[in-house]
């Protein structure tokens, strides 16, 4: 198995900036992909971005695209999501992800084996 801690979320206004933090534990040689999903109240949870293994290749939700930005640590077990130009809409609950031994990097939450128990952000206009 492999474990996600989330950390890094908190309160801003509109157009501030927060960074957050992924850590893997346990299996992770097993882990390839790694990615963030936003969850909402009321609403289901949305992919927002994904990163493949060697951190080459990222993928955006065209609704933080240009303003968020995802990266990989050396190790490929921490991931990081820096997100700038934040919008009230953006407020959510933000989960990491991991998925298992697969060549692809999935952009449906599914596909994901792993998930952390989330981290609150919220946007204050």
């Known amino acids: 198995q492999v474990q996600l801690v989330e950390s890094g979320g908190g309160s801003v206004q509109a157009g501030g900036s927060l960074r957050l933090s992924c850590a893997a534990s346990?299996?992770?040689?097993?882990?390839?992909?790694m990615a963030w999903f936003r969850q909402a109240p009321g609403k289901e949870r949305e992919f927002v971005g994904a990163?493949?293994?060697?951190?080459?290749?990222?993928y955006y939700a065209d609704s933080v695209k240009g303003r968020f930005t995802m990266s990989r640590g050396n190790a490929k077990t921490t991931v990081y999501l820096q997100m700038n130009v934040l919008k009230p809409e953006d407020t959510a609950v933000y989960y990491c992800?991991?998925?298992?031994?697969?060549?692809?990097?999935?952009?449906?939450?599914?596909?994901?084996?792993?998930w952390g128990q989330g981290t609150q952000v919220t946007v204050s206009s």
């Open positions: 992800a991991a998925s298992g031994p697969r060549v692809d990097v999935p952009l449906s939450r599914d596909r994901y084996a792993y």
């Open positions: 346990g299996r992770t040689l097993t882990m390839r992909a």
């Open positions: 990163i493949s293994w060697s951190g080459d290749s990222t």
